[in-house]
Nanobody, 116 residues
Framework: QVQLVESGGGLVQPGGSLRLSCAAS???????MAWYRQAPGKQRELVAR???????NYADSVKGRFTISRDNAKNTVYLQMNTLKPEDTAVYYC???????????WGQGTQVTVSS
């Protein structure tokens, strides 16, 4: 298990961009890493995932706009968010899942607000 800390959130205008970072306390090379988000009154939803083999999955709502990537040497995963929309407003959480199972790790979240 690892500890995760997200950063990079903030207030941006519609159409703007933001890059989120998730720094892990240890090696994530074998982990599936993901970004989730939760808007007020909504359930937490999967935004993007990058597997240990670097294959990726995206929610339909963000596909083509967001890009998840990982830098295993830095124990960091990123979420590049382009063409942001007001509906992207949420707290974004990083998640790390070990291939060996057990409880996954969650960061504390970082707020992303898209508003004019």
């Amino acid at each position: 298990q690892v500890q995760l800390v997200e950063s990079g959130g903030g207030l941006v205008q519609p159409g703007g961009s933001l890059r989120l970072s998730c720094a892990a306390s240890g090696s994530i090379s074998s982990y599936s890493m993901a970004w989730y988000r939760q808007a007020p009154g909504k359930q937490r939803e999967l935004v993007a995932r990058v597997l240990g083999g670097s294959s990726t999955n995206y929610a339909d709502s963000v596909k083509g706009r967001f890009t998840i990537s990982r830098d295993n040497a830095k124990n960091t995963v990123y979420l590049q968010m382009n063409t942001l929309k007001p509906e992207d407003t949420a707290v974004y959480y990083c998640n790390a899942a070990s291939p060996f199972g057990g409880l996954s790790s969650w960061g504390q979240g970082t707020q992303v607000t898209v508003s004019s």
